[in-house]
Antibody, heavy 117, light 110 residues
């Protein structure tokens, strides 16, 4: 059974930075595109970014472009999201998910990011 | 990117069928067969229920089915059961804009 475990969430002040990690196991990580999806409190899902298996293809939502950086380390079976210049509207649960044919087939449990002074 | 449009709520009695719509544009739902549906119970991560408009992942009951006509996709849940009560989200590939989600529909089993 595919396992994805996010970490790195927490409370950060506006303008601050945070790095999320996602540890993957029980599947061939390097074969898969991966994605970050977020959910503001009481709100719907929002696609944030995705990255190809070899890391060469990357795409971002307009709302995070220039502030967030997605990356991966296939040797460590890990996915990352570096978040800079954080804003209150970035608050929410961040999920990592495996990404195939433009759908998210396996999800982690999520990590909460709170941006507040 | 604009969100896909879903009704905020839907309901049905046990055993009945209910259909949830997801309306996009020719830039997403209408132009690509990469529509997915996710089920999310409170406090839990979403779960993929339908992908590529009408395909079910292994383990998803065949009570769940998907379809698409023009710019609108639909999820039908037949033979409603209490455990189907959850939030449902649609998503679609949107070309250079990546992936766009619907606002979600809260399904209540009466």
């Amino acid at each position: 059974q595919v396992q994805l475990v996010e970490s790195g969430g927490g409370l950060v002040k506006p303008g601050g930075s945070l790095r999320l990690s996602c540890a993957a196991s029980r599947f061939t990580f390097s074969d898969y595109y991966m994605t970050w999806i977020r959910q503001a409190p009481g709100k719907g899902l929002e696609w944030v970014s995705h990255i190809s298996g070899n890391g060469r293809t990357i795409n971002y939502a307009d709302s995070v472009k220039g502030r967030f950086t997605i990356s991966r380390d296939n040797a460590k079976n890990s996915l990352y999201l570096q978040m800079n210049s954080l804003r209150a509207e970035d608050t929410g649960v961040y999920y990592c998910a495996s990404f195939r044919a433009w759908n998210c087939d396996y999800w982690g449990q999520g990590t909460l990011v709170t941006v507040s002074s | 990117q604009s969100a896909l449009t879903q009704p905020p709520s839907a309901s049905g009695s046990p055993g009945q069928s209910v259909t949830i719509s997801c309306t996009g544009t020719s830039g997403d739902v209408g132009n690509y067969n990469f529509v997915s549906w996710y089920q999310q119970h409170p406090g839990k991560a979403p779960k993929l229920m339908i992908y590529e408009v009408n395909k079910r992942p292994s383990g998803v009951p065949d009570r769940f089915s998907g379809s698409k006509s023009g710019d609108t996709a639909s999820l039908t849940v037949s033979g409603l059961q209490a455990e189907d009560e959850a939030d449902y989200y649609c998503s679609s590939y949107a070309g250079s804009s990546g992936v766009v989600f619907g606002g979600g529909t809260k399904l209540t089993v009466l």
